[in-house]
């Protein structure tokens, strides 16, 4: 299993500056307050300051918007999240896009200035495990606008040879095309589906997938066999999101300062 714990604990331990992060939330998905929980801890650790703005599944959508509009006047806060998922009644759309582009550190609008950051820290990932990515070989598994298509791009942008596969990609292509590749990230949205029987044993598989199962158990979009370069699940890519947030918010408090 790839340590992604200690790619994250890199990422946070290169933190020299202050910052402070918002997440506001809405309901109580118990999956969105794990997140929420880590988010926090990540910053205690870097001793940045958190505030959580939550609000009851229920609440009228012009009150989320107001905190939106008062966190983003607070010269304290430094970055601001709206923790996804939201109760179908919101427009979370509508709604992530009040926060300032300067204190998106989600990264997830097309104005935000910062990258999104689970391609992010997957690219981060990759160039400490394979070195150099120029000319090298990633399949990308998924084309959804939270990963596939920003990390393709990025990948891109790093000078790989990217090939992107999805859910009408024929098995023998998909065969075909990660039987050779340097990385293969996965990120399909569904458990256990994607099978490593072709990939090459020396390839980085990145499984950005997590699911809880009938049984309780977490598993993410590979069905493991074979490999030693893999990241687990959980305690994988979530980790290297984590971490890019807090350098996102760190940012932002530096480019002030500046």
Not at 52 to 80: M, P, W, Y
Not at 89 to 109: F, P, R
Request: with cysteine; charged share 25%; glycine share 8%.
């Amino acid at each position: 299993m790839i340590n992604c714990k200690a790619y994250a604990d890199e990422i946070l331990d290169s933190i020299t500056g202050n910052g402070h992060l918002a997440v506001i939330s809405v309901g109580n998905d118990p999956a969105s307050q794990s997140y929420i929980k880590g988010k926090k801890k990540d910053c205690e650790r870097v001793g940045f300051g958190f505030t959580h703005c939550a609000f009851k599944d229920g609440a009228i959508q012009d009150e989320i918007a107001d905190c939106i509009r008062s966190l983003n006047e607070n010269s304290e806060v430094t970055g601001i999240i709206l923790q996804l998922p939201v109760p179908e009644s919101y427009d979370a759309e509508w709604l992530s896009s009040l926060i300032y582009s300067s204190k998106d550190v989600d990264g997830l609008s097309d104005i935000s200035q910062f990258k999104p950051c689970t391609p992010e820290g997957i690219v981060y990932l990759l160039k400490k495990e394979l070195g150099e990515l120029t000319g090298k070989h990633a399949v990308v598994i998924g084309r959804g606008k939270l990963v596939g298509k920003p990390l393709s791009k990025m990948l891109l942008d790093e000078d790989m040879t990217v090939s992107v596969c999805h859910s009408k990609t024929t098995p023998f292509d998909l065969e075909a095309l990660t039987e050779n590749a340097d990385a293969v990230v996965v990120a399909a949205g569904v458990p256990k589906h994607f099978k490593l029987a072709f990939v090459s044993p020396d390839a980085v598989v990145v499984d950005c997938g997590i699911h809880r199962m009938k049984d309780g158990k977490l598993c993410g979009d590979v069905d493991f066999a074979g490999t030693e370069r893999i990241t687990p699940v959980p305690g994988g890519v979530g980790l290297l999101t984590r971490a890019m947030l807090i350098k996102h918010v760190e940012r932002k408090r530096e480019d002030e300062n500046a």
